[in-house]
């Protein structure tokens, strides 16, 4: 029966790090993304001194070295932008390499409380503007598709008169 118990015992382990590994921690919200990304990267390279290994703003993602007396872990932050019933917001997902998740919320946290230091309480939803419709010139606008357009027409007809 002992030897039960420890395979049980040891198969919780090995779950519950694999949970650990593949930890990640993520919120919605509606500021622009400009001020996340502007704030992100303050936030972890000046106010919480972690060394920034790979950033770029138009993927949205930064990549990060995580310490707290331990040894660096390696670490990830990203904007996702959602679009949802036409309106915009971004989700911003950390994950921090074989961390548990509450070490993930405590740095969310700390990130969302400088937002709201910075640029007050989030806005509401932005409206998504629809593209602006394409007008295609391939018709002339003084007469039907077989006509010759008005320009093409003066100059036919100057060219008679010589």
Known sequence: MSKLIRIIVASCGVLLMSAVATAKTDRELTYTTDQLWNTAIRFFRVDMSFPISEKD???????FKYHDGAKPCSASFELVPITRDGF???????????????VEAVLMDKLLRKLREEYGEQPR????????????????????ADEEPAELQDLSTSQEDD
């Not at 703003?57 to 990549?63: E, I, N, P, S």
């Not at 629809?130 to 018709?139: F, G, K, L, V």
Request: net charge positive; hydrophobic share 20%; glycine share 4%.
């Open 125 to 144: 939803p932005r409206k998504v503007q629809p593209p602006p419709s394409e007008q295609t010139n391939d018709t002339p606008t003084n007469g039907t």
């Open 57 to 63: 703003k138009t993927a949205g993602y930064v990549l």
């Open 88 to 102: 915009h917001s971004t989700r911003l997902q950390l994950n921090i390499a074989s961390m548990p998740r509450y």
